[in-house]
């Protein structure tokens, strides 16, 4: 089979806004294999409350083995307050977590990057966040978002308990720092890995294991320990004294958001869960945005499809070795707005407000 042809993706478009920016990716993927030639397969199937509705489940075998067939699975959302009743188990977002563990994908890439055209959307003042380019490292199998023992349970006095464990492995770390590593090489050569030493003991082992694969392995780079709450901080304050950012599956998930907004919208932010590479050299992945389903702006074409389509981008990059059709679709974005293109999330004054469908019409345009 020839290298560039006949990848499978799968499409989960799932809840909320979900729908409504994945069709922009498919229309781009539909542009792609009409005028590149690109022979993409895509299928696009139930995810999240979506799935719920028809299936009774947040996600079915069915799906779930579609999902470890494909070259590249991009997410739109999952959940929504119409399943926030739902006993824990039986949530939306049990699917999401279900793809990252099972499909092992440990390695949760989120770039947050400023782009000059959108400097004036960001809460902070513009020369704190111009330049902005930070990639966050986040764990995303382990810790205390799957750590056992787990649960709420009746305890004494009528009261209740609600328990989460909270574990790392010197595998689990080891591997997570590699990746941060890795990238940092191609970056500044930077990495701040953060975790809370001073109060857990899995912190401690965190930083000491992330220092011994630095020691080890990767001599060159240059890095800090910090502590997790004091990263929060700094992000607001100086956030451009970093490049990449190593954290845990929860800090990881804090951090993301808060460096998000520094960009002036997480509909911008786009992400790349990886895996380890198989003996085929593949490596299994999931592409979805930051962002959640927002459903108070579900269903209107408001939302903002950049960072789906950036995830789209990442696909391209990190697992369909299409380089240049990735650089294509990250000008073609950076084109439009240069034109001064914007959803609501990101307007300003003098720019032109426009929804989600003509967002992807504009990207689109832009690579012709
Ligand atoms: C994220 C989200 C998810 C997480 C939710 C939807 C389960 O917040 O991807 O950042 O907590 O990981
Ligand atoms: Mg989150």
């Not at 999952?78 to 563990?101: I, V």
């Not at 764990?139 to 989460?164: D, H, S, V, W």
């Not at 929060?232 to 950012?245: E, G, S, T």
């Not at 804090?254 to 085929?280: F, H, I, Q, R, V």
Request: net charge neutral; charged share 30%; hydrophobic share 40%.
């Amino acid at each position: 089979m020839n290298k560039k042809n006949g990848r499978k993706i799968l499409l989960l478009p799932g809840d909320g806004i979900g729908p409504e920016v994945v069709r922009e990716v498919k229309k781009i993927l539909d542009w792609f294999n009409d005028k590149k030639s690109l022979d993409f397969t895509f299928e696009e199937e139930l995810i999240g409350g979506a799935s719920i509705d028809i299936n009774k489940i947040p996600i079915t075998d069915e799906v779930f083995y579609k999902s470890l067939e494909s070259d590249a699975v991009i997410l739109g959302a999952c959940g929504g307050p119409k399943w926030d009743k739902l006993e824990f188990s039986k949530k939306p977002e049990r699917a999401l977590l279900k793809l990252r563990k099972e499909l092992k994908l440990f390695a949760n890439l989120r770039p947050a990057i400023c782009f000059k055209q959108l400097v004036d959307s960001s809460t902070l003042k513009p020369e704190i966040v111009s330049g902005l380019d930070i990639m966050i490292v986040r764990e995303l199998t382990g810790g205390i978002y799957f750590g056992e023992p787990r649960g709420i349970e009746p305890i004494e006095n009528n009261q209740r308990k609600g328990i989460n464990t909270h574990s790392y492995t010197t595998n689990e770390i080891h591997r997570i720092a590699r990746v941060a590593f890795d990238l940092a090489k191609k970056r500044k050569n930077k990495v701040t890995s953060c975790e809370k030493s001073n109060v857990m003991e899995a912190g401690v082992l965190w930083r000491e294991e992330v220092q011994v694969i630095k020691d080890k392995e990767y001599k060159s780079i240059e890095l800090d320990h910090m502590l997790a709450d004091n990263c929060a901080m700094q992000l607001l304050r100086n956030p451009k004294q970093f490049d990449v950012i190593l954290a845990d599956n929860l800090f990881g998930d804090m951090l993301s958001d808060e460096a998000g907004m520094l960009t002036g919208s997480l509909g911008l932010l786009p992400s790349a869960s990886l895996g380890a590479k198989d003996k085929n050299g593949r490596i299994r992945s999931l592409y979805e945005p930051v962002h959640g389903s927002a459903p108070d702006i579900a269903g209107k074409n408001i939302a903002n499809p950049i960072a789906t389509i950036l995830s789209l981008s990442m696909a391209l990059r990190y697992s369909l070795d299409l380089e240049k059709e990735a650089d294509k679709l990250d000008e073609a974005v950076q084109k439009v707005l240069d034109d001064g293109l914007r959803t609501k999330d990101i307007i300003s004054k003098g720019k032109k407000e426009v929804t989600t469908t003509d967002m992807g019409d504009a990207i689109i345009s832009k690579l012709k």
